[in-house]
Structures are given as structure tokens and as C-alpha cells.
């Protein structure tokens, strides 16, 4: 995705290139273009747009499920969220080793977002103010969907999360999930175009 972040002559901002590491995204999406759903990072808009919508209480933390290069990570960081509260989880090993590498103080977890339970330390069940993912959810069937919302539910029971997606109707059948849905945010600056939902249990 992009809109990379551009300095006063138009050319993308040293800290966005770095940071989203763009020949990194694009090899794994060669090799993997199901698990990347884009064969570039979000857009520094996209990005600032989703971290105006965290909302974390003092004592909770804010989880990124698949981070890939930490463009959103940054975005969050520059929202105000402090690096020990900021939990990243990506399943490829390249991405959390770059993570970690420019990220420094942030908690930075390589694995699978379908098993959150065990990859986010228990400290932090029932401590998540919100949940953003990245994962082209879209992309798999619904039993498949409905293991990644009761994965988040495990951790963050009542919270939902925020899902970005370059679908204009919700990627996801809500209902048939248990789920309310709302589209908080469309941008067009960003490649593709893309919108923020937030899906939430349904009581
Ligand atoms: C569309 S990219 C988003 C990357 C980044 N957040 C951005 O906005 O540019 C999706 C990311 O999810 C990661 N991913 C896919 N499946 C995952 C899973 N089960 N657990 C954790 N991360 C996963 C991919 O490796 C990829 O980095």
C-alpha cells in the first residue's frame, strides 16, 4: 500500500523509506503473496489515520498483528503510544528481526496472530486497549476468520480490533462472525485506496 510520506519536493521522507523498507516487502511478497496482501507498505496517511483511533488506558497495551516493516508501528509511536506499550506480532522472521532493529524498546513477537494467546505474554491477556491487523483476513475462508476473531477475543474479550483493507463493503461477513461492523475511515491516498473497520463482538 502507499502514498509513502513525501518531504517539501515530493520525495518520500527519509524516515518512511526507512522504516518501510520497501525491497524487504516486496521479496516476501514475492515469495509469499497470499500472507503479504500488498506488494507495498501502507502510506504514511493510511498509517496516521489508524493510530487516531487507538484509544488505551494507561495500563494497557496496543497489539499490531502482522506489523510486516512497522510503518503503522511508527505512526503509532508518533501518536503518543510508548514503545513498551506497543506489541507487534509478525509471523516472518525477516520483518520481526527488522522490527527490532528499528523499533528499539518495542515488544516485538515473531508469530502466528491465530495463536495469540500463547505468543502474547499472559501479563498482557486482558490488558489490550486495542488490537489493529494488518493480515489480509479477506483473503482466507470464514473457519479461517473466525480462528483469528476468537484468537483476539481470547486476549482482548469484548474490545474487537481494527482491520485495514482496500475493500470498499467489509471484507468480512460480520454477522456470520458474531460481529458488529463499522468503516471508520476511506482514504484514497494510499495504493490501493483503502478503509479502516472496526469490528466489535455483538452482544
Ligand atoms: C498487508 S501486510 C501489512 C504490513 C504493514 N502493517 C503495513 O501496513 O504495511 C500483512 C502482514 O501480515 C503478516 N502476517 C500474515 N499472516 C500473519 C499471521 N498469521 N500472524 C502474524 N503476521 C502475519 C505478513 O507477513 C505481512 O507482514
Given at each position: 500500500m502507499s502514498d509513502i510520506a513525501r518531504d517539501d519536493s515530493g520525495l518520500p521522507t527519509a524516515a518512511h523509506r526507512e522504516v518501510a523498507n520497501s525491497s524487504l516487502f516486496f521479496k516476501r511478497w514475492l515469495a509469499n503473496p497470499l500472507q503479504m496482501g500488498s506488494i507495498i507498505p501502507s502510506s504514511d496517511t493510511l498509517c496516521r489515520r489508524i493510530a487516531a483511533l487507538v484509544e488505551r488506558k494507561d495500563d494497557e497495551v496496543v497489539v499490531e498483528l502482522g506489523a510486516g516493516t512497522g510503518v503503522i508501528s511508527r505512526a503509532l509511536l508518533a501518536a503518543g503510544v510508548p514503545p513498551e506499550k506497543l506489541v507487534v506480532v509478525e509471523i516472518v522472521r525477516d520483518m520481526a528481526e527488522h522490527l527490532r532493529a528499528s523499533l528499539p524498546g518495542v515488544n516485538v513477537i515473531q508469530g502466528d496472530a491465530f495463536e495469540l494467546a500463547k505468543a502474547?505474554?499472559?501479563?498482557m491477556h486482558g490488558k489490550v486497549g486495542t488490537a489493529i491487523c494488518g493480515i489480509?483476513?479477506?483473503?482466507?475462508p470464514q473457519a479461517d476468520q473466525q480462528r483469528f476473531v476468537s484468537a483476539v477475543e481470547a486476549v482482548a474479550p469484548g474490545k474487537g480490533f481494527l482491520l485495514y483493507t482496500y475493500c470498499i463493503t467489509s471484507p468480512l461477513p460480520y454477522r456470520k462472525l458474531g460481529l458488529t461492523a463499522k468503516r471508520e475511515v476511506w482514504t484514497p491516498l494510499n495504493f490501493p485506496p483503502a478503509s479502516v473497520w472496526r469490528y466489535q463482538p455483538a452482544r
Open positions: 502474547l505474554p499472559a501479563a489480509p483476513l479477506v483473503l482466507l
